[in-house]
């Protein structure tokens, strides 16, 4: 299945395909996961471009599992505001109290939020103010 989600990824979409279809695809690819999956996975993901983290990060959510928790919090060590707003946006959906707490214990991550508030768009001064009140 990993392969397949590679692929998935990997291929050249314009974003209307990628939102539309895509995600969806890359969804439905996540819930037939199985350890060795995920396990690849969360080996490579640091390895992949930008476009690609950036597609996994916004279709991982399909069953909010330790090993998507993970892969999330490794990819908000990235430089790219859009990764790491994407991240957030998916974060929001998980209701974990692990969740709470490494992001408490993570000062770095907090800190960056509250930069980008200062000069966010809308949209996503609010997905990050849901995402602070969630984890409050």
């Known amino acids: 299945m990993y392969i397949e989600l590679d692929n998935l990824l990997s291929g050249c979409t314009t974003a209307d395909s990628w939102y539309d279809d895509g995600c969806i695809i ?8 199985k350890t060795k999956d995920w396990e690849e996975l969360l ?3 640091l390895t ?3 476009d690609w983290q950036k597609k996994l990060a916004y279709c991982l959510d399909s069953s909010c599992n330790s090993y998507e928790l993970t892969i999330l919090l490794l990819l908000l060590n990235t430089e790219d505001q859009e990764l790491f707003e994407i991240c957030i ?3 929001r959906s998980f209701d ?3 969740l709470k707490r490494i992001v408490i214990d993570n000062p770095l991550i907090l800190k960056r939020i ?3 508030l200062i000069k966010a768009s ?3 001064r609010k997905i990050l ?3 602070l009140l969630k984890i409050s």
């Open 26 to 33: 890359a969804g439905d690819i996540l819930t037939e996961f």
């Open 43 to 45: 080996s490579i993901v």
């Open 48 to 50: 992949k471009s930008l």
């Open 89 to 91: 946006d998916t974060l």
């Open 96 to 98: 974990i109290l692990e």
């Open 114 to 116: 509250d930069e980008m």
């Open 122 to 124: 809308s949209p996503v």
């Open 129 to 131: 103010e849901d995402f």
